[in-house]
């Protein structure tokens, strides 16, 4: 009798340590496939509508976007920001192109809008874009001729950017929407030169940001002025007519997306005067008082007005693309 309870005691112990063990399996190999299933999720519904591109009619942009979120280049946590940027052909617009794209591809988030002063989209922006790794859209308007003028220069020297700066407009009102994409929107000439850190100052915008810019206007560099006691812009710190409603450089804003979505008529035009561009264009949006300094209350330059100078070409080497 004995010995049987004895045999059945040990049985059960075995029973008992063979349930615990494979239990605690099952539950370790359950808990391993729920933490692979949540980091695959994402990517696996990203690599899904990819694949269904055709069926769900998804647009040009939505999926480059997805690419790009399956590539893990896009969080969609995070404000994007979105820059408009002009470009022309001149010898030195690949070298410039590249520099940017290369400095670009730091910046987290990042979608970059480039419109070509062309009435084609050129091979060589093509190409430079398809190698970039970035997110991008490729546009091209050329600007339209002028009548001619008593002036020497043609009127569309003043007037650089106009359009390109409008196509991109239009095309974030046409492929973005409100309340649901977030974004900041910046205008980024393909000659400046930025820092990594000017795009993270700028992600904290709520409504327009501003900052200094270095370089520009025969002074080493232009700021808002801000009061010390409140932190708000109270004036402008400017080698040339600070009395402008908004004295402030293309390269010295970003404005929430938002903003450019809900005001459809906000664009550049011809007829703002010269110099007068920015200003007229932020008086779409905002009053001095609600401009947001950043870059420790405007006091770090992140962005300078460089100019490559042009290059005097006395021959040419055939076969050679620069
Ligand atoms: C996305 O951004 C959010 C907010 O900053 C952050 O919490 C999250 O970890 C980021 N995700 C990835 C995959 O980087
Ligand atoms: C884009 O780049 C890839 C390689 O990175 C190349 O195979 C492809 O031909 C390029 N396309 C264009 C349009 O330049
Ligand atoms: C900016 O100025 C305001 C007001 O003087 C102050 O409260 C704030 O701490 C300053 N911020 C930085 C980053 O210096």
């Known amino acids: 009798m004995d010995n049987i309870n004895a045999f059945d005691m040990r049985l059960r112990r075995k029973y008992i340590v063979v349930v615990v063990f494979s239990s605690a399996f099952a539950l370790f190999v ?20 990819i694949q269904n591109k055709e069926l769900l009619h998804l647009s040009h942009y939505q999926l480059t976007l997805l690419e790009h979120m399956y590539k893990e280049n896009i969080n969609r946590s995070l404000p994007i920001i979105y820059a408009i940027t002009p470009t022309y052909y001149r010898l030195v617009q690949k070298a410039e192109l590249t520099r940017l794209s290369q400095v670009l591809r730091l910046v987290e988030n990042f ?3 480039i419109v070509e002063d062309s009435d084609t989209k050129t091979d060589l922006v ?3 874009l398809n190698e970039s790794h970035l997110l991008y859209t490729h546009l091209a308007a050329k600007t339209p001729p002028f009548e001619k003028l008593k002036d020497k220069d043609p009127r569309w020297k003043k007037h650089r950017g106009v359009e ?26 393909d000659d400046n030169t930025y820092s990594v850190k000017l795009f993270e100052e700028m992600r ?21 002025e801000i009061d010390p006691k409140t932190g708000k812009v109270i004036g402008y710190k400017t080698g040339w007519r ?81």
């Open 242 to 322: 600070s009395d402008r409603p908004f004295a402030i450089d293309m390269a010295g804003f970003g404005i929430n997306l938002d903003l450019i979505l809900s005001k459809h008529d906000a664009q550049f035009s011809y007829k703002m005067a010269k110099g007068f561009q920015e200003s007229e264009f932020l008086s779409y949006f905002i009053t001095k008082d609600e401009l947001e300094p950043l870059a420790d209350n405007c006091t770090k330059v992140y962005v300078w007005h460089t100019r490559t100078e042009t290059p005097s070409v006395k021959g040419y080497i055939p076969g050679l693309e620069v």
């Open 164 to 189: 390109q700066r409008n196509t991109g407009l239009k095309w974030l009102r046409e492929n973005l929407e409100l309340n649901k994409d977030r974004g900041i929107v910046y205008f980024l000439d």
């Open 204 to 224: 904290k915008i709520k409504k327009v940001g501003v900052w200094p810019v270095g370089l520009v206007g025969g002074f080493n560099a232009e700021a808002p």
């Open 111 to 113: 979608h970059w809008i």
């Open 126 to 128: 093509t190409g430079l």
């Open 30 to 49: 359950i808990w391993k496939l729920y933490q692979i299933q949540t980091d695959m999720k994402d990517l696996y519904c990203a690599k899904v509508l």
